[in-house]
T-cell receptor
Framework: SQTIHQWPATLVQPVGSPLSLECTVE??????LYWYRQAAGRGLQLLFY??????ISSEVPQNLSASRPQDRQFILSSKKLLLSDSGFYLC?????????????FGEGSRLTVL | DAKTTQPNSMESNEEEPVHLPCNHS???????IHWYRQLPSQGPEYVIH???SNVNNRMASLAIAEDRKSSTLILHRATLRDAAVYYC?????????????FGQGTILTVHP
């Protein structure tokens, strides 16, 4: 079965510093990959999704970017963090390219921007 | 995306059944109804999904109204480990993308 690894698990960064969160998937090939963010006490917001290497779609305008250099690797980045970037970042994958395909989530990376 | 409405919170006692309601009055004919749950400091976990018929799996049951404008997630015997935020989500048919819109969900508290 698939496994999603995210790191780092926890990160505290100053405003204006760069960011790199990494997600790798094991146990499947050619997955659809997603980055979600959850602000404190709120629901999840889809940030980016990817259907293949180098193919990134952005759902909301923001200070972040995503890249997919390999089939099972998804990276979330920022050149200069803002306070509003704080949150719980979740990587997810779906392995069934049909409307009923469920999402599998990683354990998340908690980012605090000070 | 069609919107869902859930109660902010619900409480239950251990080993009792729990019925978590969800309203989705603007659901379209091709929307699937998905349920996920999220334990504290963890990523969401898939629970169950359905289209028109009621569904059962090892985790829960999903009862879908005949007009599909509402559904109910049923936990047959709540345990302390079922305490989580439960999300009811509509997933558009006709697409291969797992773009889900998570609302605020229902916080389920289970008392021993």
């Amino acid at each position: 079965s698939q496994t999603i690894h995210q790191w780092p698990a926890t990160l505290v960064q100053p405003v204006g510093s760069p960011l790199s969160l990494e997600c790798t998937v094991e146990g499947t090939s050619n997955p659809n990959l997603y980055w979600y963010r959850q602000a404190a006490g709120r629901g999840l917001q889809l940030l980016f999704y990817s259907v293949g290497i180098g193919q990134i779609s952005s759902e909301v305008p923001q200070n972040l970017s995503a890249s997919r250099p390999q089939d099972r690797q998804f990276i979330l980045s920022s050149k200069k963090l803002l306070l509003s970037d704080s949150g719980f970042y979740l990587c997810a994958c779906s392995m069934i390219p049909t409307p009923t395909g469920e999402l599998f989530f990683g354990e998340g990376s908690r980012l605090t921007v000070l | 995306d069609a919107k869902t409405t859930q109660p902010n919170s619900m409480e239950s006692n251990e080993e009792e059944p729990v019925h978590l309601p969800c309203n989705h009055s603007t659901i379209s004919g091709t929307d699937y109804i998905h349920w996920y749950r999220q334990l504290p400091s963890q990523g969401p976990e898939y629970v169950i999904h359905g289209l028109t018929s009621n569904v059962n799996n090892r985790m829960a049951s999903l009862a879908i109204a005949e007009d599909r404008k509402s559904s109910t997630l049923i936990l047959h015997r709540a345990t302390l480990r079922d305490a989580a935020v439960y999300y009811c989500i509509l997933r558009a048919g006709g697409t291969s993308y797992g773009k889900l819109t998570f609302g605020q969900g229902t916080i389920l508290t289970v008392h021993p």
